[in-house]
């Protein structure tokens, strides 16, 4: 499975937060109005959206994305998506790529704060998204201001068209439940963790860092360039809560000729500051884990070899000098 390259030209909300409508993490397209000529669900699909020339079925030509026939009659066209988990939604990429004679020259989208249910006709929905016009071929991107959490959003097309992929950038709600040693992954994007800051994020964004389960291939993780000066490669991570780290789990997963050959990490508690002044606290902040040699693709486990510390609030990640790792996982007690 390919998995998307960084965008040079992506805001930072897409850099820094996870893509609660990514149908691997659990997201769903639920009902459309139409999706006569592309299924609903393609839109959901966490790989960039490819174009083969040729390829039809029996309703026409095969497109990668969601897209609707033709409309004839007054009205527009729309999708009801379930989020992967309920968040607050930072931005939005309205991907139109391959889509050119057959785009909607606008959309919308409006949300929905539902548990243990799906939305119905008598749903009050609210806009998130006003009217926003769009072109062909292009990734469209929107920050978002509304800071109301979410469960579901309706898509809206004007008319009509296609839409190759659905990205909403968000930090979800805590929803993580204690394993049964009682940690819970305080560094797992799905359960609001999300990065601040990183030195170098050339072939690989660290925000895969904190995905669930393991990397799909080499692109599916946090890889810097090759270090050609002194120093080390780092990340900076916000915690989902605050809390003391007991357990460690550094992946290399896919990682042969280009693993990190060691890694530590640092921590503190932090009370406010902007992303540039952490990276700068940062530098000084307590060692939590010294440094450790790593193997190629590899699942490394850290207990013992952790320093005792107070609750912290953010890490700091080292990769030293530099390299690839699938995951990172903090498993810890909220503070």
């Keep these: 499975m390919a998995v998307a390259a960084a965008d040079p030209a992506a805001p930072e909300f897409v850099r820094r937060h996870v893509n609660l409508a990514d149908a691997r993490l659990g997201a769903v397209a639920l009902a459309a109005s139409d999706d006569f000529f592309a299924d609903k669900s393609r839109m959901l ?7 083969i020339p040729g390829k039809y079925d029996d309703n026409g030509k095969w497109m990668d994305g969601w897209e609707s026939r033709r409309k004839r009659t007054s009205g527009h066209d729309w999708c009801v998506v379930r989020l992967a988990r309920p968040g607050r939604v ?3 990429d309205l991907d139109t790529s391959h889509f050119t004679g057959n785009f909607p020259p606008a959309a919308s989208i409006e949300a929905c704060y539902l548990i243990g249910s799906d939305p119905d006709a008598s749903t009050e929905w609210t806009p998130l998204l006003p009217p926003v016009n769009l072109g062909g071929n292009s990734h469209h991107y929107f920050a978002i201001g509304d800071e109301t959490p979410c469960t579901h959003l309706r898509v809206n097309l004007y008319p009509d068209g296609g839409l ?3 990205r909403v950038f968000a930090t979800p709600q805590f929803g993580g439940e204690p394993e049964e040693d009682g940690l819970v992954d305080l560094a ?13 994020e050339h072939f690989g964004l660290a925000s895969r860092l904190l995905l669930p389960g393991r990397g799909v291939n080499m692109g599916d993780g946090w890889e810097t360039r090759r270090r050609r000066e002194p120093g080390n490669d780092w990340c900076i991570i916000a915690l989902a809560l605050p ?15 280009n693993f990190p050959d060691r890694c530590s990490l640092q921590g503190a508690s932090v009370a406010a500051g902007t992303p540039q002044s952490l990276v700068t606290q940062a530098m000084f902040w307590p060692l939590l884990l010294p440094e450790q040699k790593l193997q190629m693709d590899h699942q490394h486990h850290f207990r013992g ?3 005792a510390h107070a609750p912290i609030t953010h890490v700091r990640f080292n990769i030293h000098p530099d390299g690839g790792v699938s995951r990172l996982r903090l498993r810890g007690r909220p503070a």
């Design 305 to 307: 070899e952790i320093l």
């Design 45 to 51: 699909n966490p790989e960039p959206a490819v174009f």
């Design 164 to 166: 190759a992929r659905l």
């Design 188 to 200: 797992s994007a799905l359960n609001g963790a999300h990065v601040v800051a990183a030195n170098n």
């Design 90 to 92: 930072h931005g939005v």
């Design 243 to 257: 809390g003391s780290i007991e357990a460690i789990e550094v992946d290399t997963c896919h990682f042969k000729g």
